[in-house]
C-alpha cells in the first residue's frame, strides 16, 4: 500500500508548456522531497519542504508542502526538454526512513 | 563531498545462482544506509535499512538478506536467486547515527541493474 499516492502517473506536455504534479496522502509527515530520475540512474534530490504551507522556488519549478503537511505539489513554468524524467515525491517520518509515492513520468517534446 | 558507489552496474544471472551487490560510500563517517528495488519506472521498495555496523533491519520478507561489514560498506546477498528479484536495485545513505538526518534527506547511487533468467 502506497502511503503517498501521485497523480498523474503519466505527463506529455509541448516544450514551452507548464505542468503541475501532486502527491497526496492521509498521513502527516516531517518533511517532504522531490527527486527526480533518468532512465538507468539514481533519483536526485531536487528539494526538501518541511513547514506547513511552505513554498519553495529552483529557477522554473516551484514546490509547495500542504498546510496540513499531508500533500505537496510540483509546479514547472515553462517546461524543457531536459525535464523530461520520473518525478518522485518522498515523505520522511520520524524512524530514518521515507515513503515514497508510484512516481510521475513526465515527457516533455520538442 | 559524499559520493556513493555501487557495482556491478548491471548483472545477468541465472534462476538458483547467488547474489552478492556492493555499496559504498565515500566522504562521511556513520551514514544511515538503505536498499531498495524499483519496478520499471515505478516507485522504490524499501528492502533493508542500517544505521550501524552488524545493525540490519528488514522491511519486506524476501529472498535476500543485507550486511553492513564496515561503517561504509553495505552488502545485499541472496544464495538462490528467483525470476521475480530482477528489477532495479539502488543504495542510498542519509545522515548518520551521530544526529539526526537532515530532514530524511537520502542520496542514492547510480544503481544496480539485475535480470534474472
Known amino acids: 500500500t502506497q502511503l503517498l499516492e501521485q497523480s498523474p502517473q503519466f505527463l506529455s506536455i509541448q516544450e514551452g508548456e507548464n505542468l503541475t504534479v501532486y502527491c497526496n496522502s492521509s498521513?502527516?509527515?516531517?518533511?517532504l522531497q522531490w527527486y527526480r530520475q533518468e532512465p538507468g540512474e539514481g533519483p536526485v534530490l531536487l528539494v526538501t519542504?518541511?513547514?506547513?504551507?511552505e513554498v519553495k522556488k529552483l529557477k522554473r519549478l516551484t514546490f509547495q508542502f500542504g498546510d496540513a503537511r499531508k500533500d505537496s505539489s510540483l509546479h514547472i513554468t515553462a517546461a524543457q526538454t531536459g525535464d523530461t524524467g520520473l518525478y518522485l515525491c518522498?515523505?520522511?517520518?520520524?524512524?530514518?526512513?521515507?515513503?515514497f509515492g508510484a512516481g510521475t513520468t513526465v515527457t516533455v517534446r520538442a | 563531498s559524499q559520493t556513493i558507489h555501487q557495482w556491478p552496474a548491471t548483472l545477468v544471472q541465472p534462476v538458483g545462482s547467488p547474489l552478492s551487490l556492493e555499496c559504498t560510500v565515500e566522504?562521511?563517517?556513520?551514514?544511515?544506509l538503505y536498499w531498495y528495488r524499483q519496478a520499471a519506472g515505478r516507485g522504490l521498495q524499501l528492502l533493508f535499512y542500517?544505521?550501524?555496523?552488524?545493525?540490519i533491519s528488514s522491511e519486506v520478507p524476501q529472498n535476500l538478506s543485507a550486511s553492513r561489514p564496515q561503517d561504509r560498506q553495505f552488502i545485499l546477498s541472496s544464495k538462490k536467486l528467483l525470476l521475480s528479484d530482477s528489477g532495479f536495485y539502488l543504495c542510498?545513505?542519509?545522515?548518520?547515527?551521530?544526529?539526526?538526518?537532515?530532514?530524511?534527506?537520502?542520496?542514492f547511487g547510480p544503481g544496480t541493474r539485475l535480470t534474472v533468467l
Open positions: 542510498a545513505w542519509g545522515g548518520d547515527r551521530d544526529s539526526k538526518p537532515r530532514y530524511n534527506e537520502q542520496f
Open positions: 498521513s502527516v509527515f516531517s518533511s
Open positions: 519542504v518541511v513547514t506547513g504551507g
Open positions: 518522498a515523505g520522511g517520518r520520524d524512524d530514518y526512513k521515507l515513503s
Open positions: 566522504g562521511t563517517s556513520n551514514p544511515n
Open positions: 542500517s544505521v550501524g555496523i552488524g545493525q
